[in-house]
C-alpha cells in the first residue's frame, strides 16, 4: 500500500513540474463506474500536455462501503495518449495501475487486496465540461489471508473496468 501512495504522490510532483507550460490542461472528474470487484464512484485529476495526459483517482466501492458498511478504497494512476484529437473529441489508448483494500469483517484484523493493470481505450467529448467514457481490461491479483493455510495467498485474474465521468477542465 505504501508504494501505491509513494507512486500516486510521486506523479502529482512529477506532472506538476513537467507541466509548468502554459499549454498544459488540468481537470477534475466526477465518475462512476463498474467493475468485476463492485460499483465504484469517486474523483479524479488529470494533467494533459500536447497528446499525452497523466490520470489518478480515488474511489469508493458503493456497495459494499454503503451496503455493508465495510470500506472500500480503491486508487488508481494511469496514464493516456490522445491519438485522434479534433477541436471537442479525444479519443486513445490509457494504460491504468489501481490498488484497493477491503477488511474481510469487523472483527478480524485480515483484510484482502486487488492490484489491477489495465489496458484500454478513453475517450473525451468536450471543451470546458467534458463527458469521460473509459473501458479497459488486463490483469488483476488478489492477495487474501487463507485460514486453511494460515498464510497470506493470492490468486491471478483477468479483470475489467468501465467508467463514466464528467470533468471540468481548466
Not at 119 to 124: K, L, N, T
Request: charged share 15%.
Amino acid at each position: 500500500m505504501r508504494w501505491i501512495l509513494s507512486l500516486f504522490l510521486l506523479l502529482f510532483v512529477n506532472t506538476s513540474l513537467l507541466c509548468a507550460q502554459d499549454s498544459l490542461k488540468s481537470a477534475v472528474t466526477l465518475q462512476v463506474g463498474m467493475n468485476n470487484l463492485d460499483f465504484q464512484t469517486g474523483i479524479g485529476y488529470t494533467y494533459s500536455w500536447d497528446r499525452f495526459q497523466t490520470l489518478s483517482s480515488i474511489e469508493l466501492g458503493i456497495n459494499r462501503s454503503v451496503f455493508q458498511g465495510r470500506i472500500f478504497p480503491r486508487l488508481t494512476i494511469g496514464g493516456a495518449y490522445k491519438l485522434v484529437t479534433k477541436k471537442k473529441f479525444y479519443f486513445g489508448p490509457m494504460i491504468t495501475l489501481s490498488h484497493s483494500i477491503l477488511k474481510v469483517n469487523k472483527q478480524s484484523t485480515h483484510v484482502t487486496s486487488w492490484n489491477e493493470l489495465y489496458a484500454g481505450a478513453r475517450m473525451e467529448l468536450g471543451t470546458k465540461w467534458r463527458f469521460i467514457y473509459s473501458m479497459a481490461a488486463g490483469w488483476q491479483n488478489e492477495r487474501y489471508f487463507n485460514t486453511y493455510l494460515n498464510r497470506t495467498s493470492g490468486v491471478n485474474s483477468v479483470g475489467f473496468n468501465v467508467n463514466l465521468g464528467l470533468a471540468y477542465a481548466w
